[in-house]
C-alpha cells in the first residue's frame, strides 16, 4: 500500500507542471495529510521531488510546491527498427536528453544485439549521466512477442530473428534491467507520458513504419492484451480486390498499405521503374521517401498512389474506431513525417464518412507530438511508467 500511495502522489506531481504544494496533494489524491506528509519528505529525502518556491494562498502560512526533479533518475529507450535502430535518453519527466541513431545492421540477432549494447554505452557515456541513475533500458520491436519469456517471435521484417531472447540477452549485454514492449504499444505510451492526454481519455494510436500496426488506450491506460500483443492487424481486409496475401486472402493490410506495398504499387503505375535490387528494409525505405519527396513536389502520379493508400489506411481505421469508439485517432510512427500534410488532409473526411456515429459527434485526427523517434521515446516511457505510475495490481496479495 506504501509503494500504491507513492506512485499515486509521484503521478499527481508529475501530471502537474507547475507542481502542488502538499494540502493540493492531499486534495487530489484523496490521502490523508500524514500519508502525504511523509511520503512526500521521503521523496524529498531521495531527490525524485524537489521543492519549487512557495506561494501564498488566502490566510495562513505559505505553501511550499513540490515539483518532478527531472534529473534523478533516467530511463532508456531502444526502438528496433528493421530499417534503423533509435536509442534516446529520457529524463523523469520523459524529456529526451540524448539520441543515437545507426542502421540496423544485415546480420544475425546476436550481432544486432551487441551493436545495441555498444551504441547504449555511447549514448550514456556522452550525456554525462551516472550509470547507477538509469532505472533500465526499454526496448521497442515488431511483434510478436512472448512477453513472458521476453523474446521475439519471428518478426516479419526481421527475417533471421526466430524466437530471439532479446530481454534476456540485452540485459546480460548491458547490466541493465530491460523491458520489452511492441512498437505500437511503446508508440501509445509516448503519446500518453508527452501529450494532453486527460485521465479519462482514450485514443486509436495508427503506427507507420515498416509495417502497420496499431494501439489502443482507454480510460488514460494502454490496453496491452492477454499475451501484451494488441494491434496486429496486417490481416484485416481494406481492398477485397487487391494483391493476394501470404495468408491465403487477398487485400490485406500487409499487401496493400505497408511501405513496401505501396512502392510496389508506385512500380507498378510507373512512377519508378522496378528496378530495385531488393525487397530490404533499407531499400524500401530510401524508395518510399523518392515517392513522397514527388508527390510533395507535385508529381501527380506519386500523390495519387500515397491518397489511394491513405483510402485505404481509412478502411482499417473506420473498422477499429466504429468497433472500439475512441476520442480520437493518433497517428505516428518513423514514416509519418513524410506523410503527415496529406493524410490531415483526406483521412478526417474519409473517417467521417465511415464513421457509425457521425450524427452524434466528430472524431478528431491527429498526429503524434512525439516525432519520428515515437518508438524509442514510447520504450523509455515505458520504464518511467513502471517506476512512477500507480498500478491498482500492485495492491493484490501473492497467493
Known amino acids: 500500500m506504501g509503494d500504491f500511495n507513492q506512485s499515486v502522489i509521484l503521478e499527481a506531481i508529475r501530471r502537474s507542471r507547475e507542481g502542488l504544494s502538499r494540502t493540493e496533494l492531499v486534495d487530489a489524491t484523496g490521502l490523508s495529510a500524514q500519508t502525504v506528509t511523509n511520503i512526500t519528505r521521503r521523496l524529498l529525502d531521495d531527490g525524485i521531488v524537489e521543492e519549487a518556491g512557495r506561494t501564498i494562498q488566502g490566510p495562513g502560512k505559505p505553501r511550499t510546491t513540490l515539483r518532478l526533479n527531472a534529473g534523478s533518475r533516467f530511463s532508456i529507450g531502444v526502438h528496433l527498427d528493421p530499417a534503423v535502430m533509435t536509442f534516446v535518453l529520457l529524463d523523469l519527466a520523459g524529456n529526451v536528453v540524448g539520441r543515437r541513431a545507426r542502421r540496423t545492421p544485415a546480420s544475425d540477432a546476436r550481432h544486432i544485439i551487441a551493436a545495441m549494447a555498444d551504441a547504449i554505452d555511447t549514448l550514456i557515456e556522452g550525456s554525462g549521466v551516472a550509470r547507477d541513475l538509469v532505472t533500465g533500458i526499454g526496448v521497442a520491436t515488431p511483434g510478436p512477442l512472448d512477453a513472458a519469456r521476453g523474446t521475439v517471435i519471428d518478426p516479419p521484417k526481421l527475417h533471421s530473428w526466430h524466437r530471439v531472447p532479446l530481454r534476456d540477452a540485452l540485459a546480460e549485454a ?198 519520428d523517434d515515437v518508438g524509442a521515446v514510447g520504450a523509455g516511457c515505458v520504464v518511467l511508467d513502471e517506476v512512477l505510475s500507480p498500478r491498482a495490481s500492485a495492491l493484490f496479495l501473492d497467493s
Open 174 to 371: 548491458t547490466g541493465f534491467r530491460v523491458t520489452l514492449e511492441k512498437d505500437t504499444t511503446a508508440a501509445a505510451a509516448a503519446e500518453l507520458w508527452t501529450g494532453d492526454v486527460p485521465p479519462d481519455g482514450s485514443f486509436l494510436f495508427v503506427y507507420l513504419g515498416i509495417g502497420i500496426g496499431a494501439a489502443l488506450v482507454l480510460d488514460g491506460e494502454v490496453v496491452r492484451g492477454v499475451s501484451r500483443n494488441v494491434g496486429e492487424v496486417g490481416h484485416i481486409i481494406v481492398d477485397p480486390d487487391g494483391p493476394e496475401c501470404a495468408c491465403g486472402k487477398r487485400g490485406c493490410v500487409e499487401v496493400v498499405c505497408t511501405p513496401q506495398a505501396i512502392v510496389e504499387h508506385a512500380e507498378r503505375a510507373g512512377v519508378f521503374a522496378d528496378d530495385r535490387v531488393g525487397s530490404d528494409p533499407e531499400a524500401v525505405d530510401e524508395r518510399y521517401s523518392a515517392l513522397c519527396d514527388l508527390a510533395n513536389d507535385g508529381d501527380q502520379a506519386a500523390r495519387a498512389v500515397l491518397d489511394e493508400s491513405v483510402q485505404h489506411q481509412s478502411v482499417l481505421i473506420s473498422a477499429l474506431t466504429n468497433m472500439l469508439d475512441v476520442d480520437r485517432v493518433v497517428l505516428g510512427g518513423p514514416f509519418w513525417s513524410r506523410v503527415s500534410a496529406r493524410h490531415l488532409a483526406l483521412l478526417p473526411r474519409l473517417l467521417d464518412r465511415q464513421s457509425a456515429t457521425r450524427a452524434v459527434r466528430d472524431l478528431p485526427v491527429v498526429g503524434t507530438v512525439v516525432g
